[in-house]
Structures are given as structure tokens and as C-alpha cells.
């Protein structure tokens, strides 16, 4: 099992450049999520989606969006990209929203929006 | 406002000795709360969790601890080693569900040898 995978893995991109980062997982999980983590911030919800065909916003959406393709894919989707969304991203999945289901994370991508 | 709070930024311990990591939390709904590890370029583990209606949980080497009224959790390492040298996010959620996770800022945990 590869666990939750995320590409890319680094990423540079100019003010007003779209791009999507892609996550993945196999473990049959059915909730996802996009966090975003910045020096001394610790990492905050951007979406997450509880099952499939669902998604929700988190602490901070603005200038993202989602898309759940199916059960194993959740895209996070820059539009217009701006210098205060460099940060590292992390795509998480869990088995379901209930107690006991913990959080697994991918890899991580670092973008930098110069 | 910052509802789950880790005041210590950076904790060092010598090996073999217990590492204590500490976490408020403000939101009486909280409800889960759970302890991340994190290594340099990797995305968070899972270490251990607890759920409000106890008030200790062990695994191993590592316990956590939960005091409801003074709303804080606790995380000890024993014995700590080397490779526990990390960060470790405290994180919480309500609603007895485990998404939309808040996390603390994270405390940068350095075992010396």
C-alpha cells in the first residue's frame, strides 16, 4: 500500500498561475482533506470532504477549491495563485468521520508563489 | 483566536529521561484529541489519542494525559530516544468525530544522546 501520495512534490509558480495539486489514496478511506501548514502556524483545514460526492470548507478556503473525483482522489485547485499561498500542503484520509478513525497524511507538496 | 495551544516551541531531553509535551486547548467542545509526530520533509503520524471520557491512555513508551477541567492534555515520552526527536502537533476535534481537526503550532522535540 502506498498510503496517500501527492504530486507534486515541489512547485514554483507566479502571481495570477492556476494549478492543481493532486492527492491520492489506497486505503479505501472514505473522508479526505487539504491543510496547509506555514512556519510557526501548524497546519489549518483548507476543504475536506466526509464521504464521496461531499465537500466542505475549512478554516481557511478563500482563493482555493476542491474537487472529490471518487473515493480515492481529492484535488485541491489553486485559481489565481498570490505570494501568501506559499506554504506546504498536506492531503489527509481517514476512514470515516467517527472516533478512533485517525488521519493518515501524504508526503507533502511545498509551493512557493513568487 | 487560537484554540488549541502548544506554548512551548521547542523542548530538548537527555536519552533515557521522560519528555513531557504539553497542549490547552480553549473550545469546551472539544471533545478528541489526538498527538501527531512530524519529521523534517515527511507529513504527519499518528501517535496516540484520547477521548474526553477518560483522563489517561497509553501505548508503549507514550501516554497522554487529560485534565477536562483545566483543559489540557499532556503528552510523556518514557524512556525518550533519539529517533523521538521531532515535532508533535497537538491536535483536537468535537462533535465525538475525528475531522476538522484544530491543531496546536507544534513543539520541535530534540532527545540528545
Known amino acids: 500500500n502506498a498510503g496517500v501520495t501527492q504530486t507534486p512534490k515541489f512547485q514554483v509558480l507566479k502571481t495570477g498561475q492556476s494549478m492543481t495539486l493532486q492527492c491520492a489514496q489506497d486505503?479505501?478511506?472514505?473522508?479526505m482533506y487539504w491543510y496547509r501548514q506555514d512556519p510557526g502556524m501548524g497546519l489549518r483545514l483548507i476543504y475536506y470532504?466526509?464521504?464521496?460526492?461531499?465537500?466542505d470548507k475549512g478554516e481557511v478556503p478563500n482563493g482555493y477549491n476542491v474537487s472529490r473525483l471518487n473515493k480515492r482522489e481529492f484535488s485541491l485547485r489553486l485559481e489565481s495563485a498570490a505570494p501568501s499561498q506559499t506554504s506546504v500542503y498536506f492531503c489527509?484520509?481517514?476512514?470515516?468521520?467517527?472516533?478512533?478513525?485517525?488521519?493518515?497524511f501524504g508526503p507533502g507538496t511545498r509551493l512557493t508563489v513568487t | 483566536d487560537q484554540q488549541v495551544k502548544q506554548n512551548s516551541p521547542s523542548l530538548s531531553v537527555q536519552e533515557g529521561r521522560i519528555s513531557i509535551l504539553n497542549c490547552d486547548y480553549t473550545?469546551?467542545?472539544?471533545?478528541?484529541f489526538l498527538w501527531y509526530k512530524k519529521y523534517p520533509a515527511e507529513g504527519p503520524t499518528f501517535l496516540i489519542s484520547?477521548?474526553?471520557?477518560?483522563d489517561k491512555n497509553e501505548d508503549g513508551r507514550f501516554t497522554v494525559f487529560l485534565n477536562k477541567s483545566a483543559k489540557h492534555l499532556s503528552l510523556h515520552i518514557v524512556p525518550s530516544q533519539p529517533g523521538d526527536s521531532a515535532v508533535y502537533f497537538c491536535?483536537?476535534?468535537?462533535?465525538?468525530?475525528?475531522?476538522?481537526?484544530?491543531f496546536g503550532k507544534g513543539t520541535l522535540l530534540t532527545v540528545n544522546p
Open positions: 486505503m479505501n478511506h472514505n473522508s
Open positions: 484520547i477521548s474526553s471520557i477518560k
Open positions: 489527509a484520509s481517514s476512514e470515516g468521520p467517527y472516533v478512533g478513525g485517525e488521519q493518515y
Open positions: 470532504s466526509a464521504s464521496e460526492g461531499t465537500t
Open positions: 473550545n469546551s467542545m472539544f471533545d478528541y
Open positions: 491536535a483536537a476535534s468535537s462533535g465525538g468525530s475525528n475531522y476538522k481537526l484544530t
